[in-house]
């Protein structure tokens, strides 16, 4: 293990296994929801021990909607078994219906009609104790004509709907009491603030390269602070949502290009009373254009790696990496006044370590993002020691194969300075294929702090239907012990 920090390496050795299995006719599978023994942290209970000790639910698009499918995990001998358990959400499009986890067995998502009328309305959802259904599905918002999309996580009780269709495009903010799927509370819809129909003055609504909510949190410890939320898995602020985008426009823009270099940082702002509107960027005046900070790339030529933005007990961190020319990869320190957010110089990510900064799973690692970013255990901050600290992996593309890298970033200094510690370099091959840690895999970050579960698409060149669940024991070794 190196870890750089400004200068200076340091070597560790630790022993790691890695256990692999291939599993056919599994291609799109996307890890949505998890949860039991390994994996929930104490004050969390497995509502569905009867079926399995720890599982994994998975989604798949069927050509209508999306079938939900459930298989045991053994922690003895770290392997996944036949599915137990499975339903269908039929609808009007098979892009929707990608549930989101809030917390335990609890859900949300953005369900979509069929026919002319295309309507989309928000949902809580409640995984029910046999994982085969829903036991309850309240609406937390109906959006109407053309309002469709998905379901996001904020923390254990906050969420959010987003319709990223240009002809009604919105964000809608919602809360509800950790652990069961009651009626949420829901945000207001104010016009031109956090919905518009058509492509009139939605300025930062249509689309988002990454989510995040603004760090600092509400209980005083960088947490959210909402009914339930423990500290793992619910940094931020308590309903604030924060969001990147490289336009400024009505429509949204297009996506992320060479050109690009202007980031525009976005945030809503609810006080979680039901039907109360929302500010963006600190304002309710309708069809707003101000009051999003913007910042600067480097110019890039080639990249089209969209920047990444993540939460610390201090503020926020904007992940800027380059596929063309590493030595622009960078981190710039967010910190907030209210709803104004001041972006300080950039930090370069360390040029000596084997990883480049866009090789690295980044995505929701923070637990904040949208249905398809991965589960809430997808969330990579430590669980136990300084919550700034975050867990992730790399994907390193050689030699028409993929080799995987294991890190530990630490976060904690509020001017962007990082370190990060290369754990193990290469250690395990995906032969014959070249994939990327931010599309093709969903990780689960196990609850002893030192144990990784990659669940990995496109695994085998020769068959297009294979997957593979990669358990790695020791990958963050020290764990708790070390204060990691």
Known sequence: MYAMYGGGIVERTSAAKVTVGTHSSTQ?????MAGGTGIMDSGHSNHASGVAATWFSFTVANGTGRDHKTHPFNTANKTMGSQIASFSQAGGGNSNHEVSQMDDEIGAYLDRSSGPN??????????????NGFDANPTAFSGGHQWYGNGGRMSDSTGFVHSANGGNAGIVQFSYQAGYASVPSVAGTAGGVNQGAGPTAIYGLVSSYDWSSPGGGTSGNG??????DLDYANLGTLHKLCWLYGANTPTGGASFTDSITTIYLNVMSWNGTNGNNPTRNGSSVSQNTSGNTTFTLPSHSSSTYEPKILA??????????DTNDPTNDCVFPVT???DSATVGSSVQWPDNISAN?????????????LAGDGSKYSCGQSRAGSADIYRTFAFRNVNSNTEIDILKVDFSDNSGKHEVELLHKNIHTITGVTLSAGADADPIFMNNNTDLLLWVRGTNASDATECSLIYIENAFYGGAALGY
């Open 28 to 32: 799109n599978y996307q890890l949505n």
């Open 118 to 131: 295309i309507s989309g309305t928000g949902r809580v959802v409640d995984l029910n104790s046999s994982l």
């Open 223 to 228: 947490v959210h602070g909402g009914s339930g």
């Open 312 to 321: 610390t007990t201090w503020g926020n961190v904007v992940l800027h990496g």
């Open 336 to 338: 907030w006044s209210g």
């Open 357 to 369: 900064l866009s090789d690295c799973f980044w995505k929701g690692l923070d637990g904040v993002g």
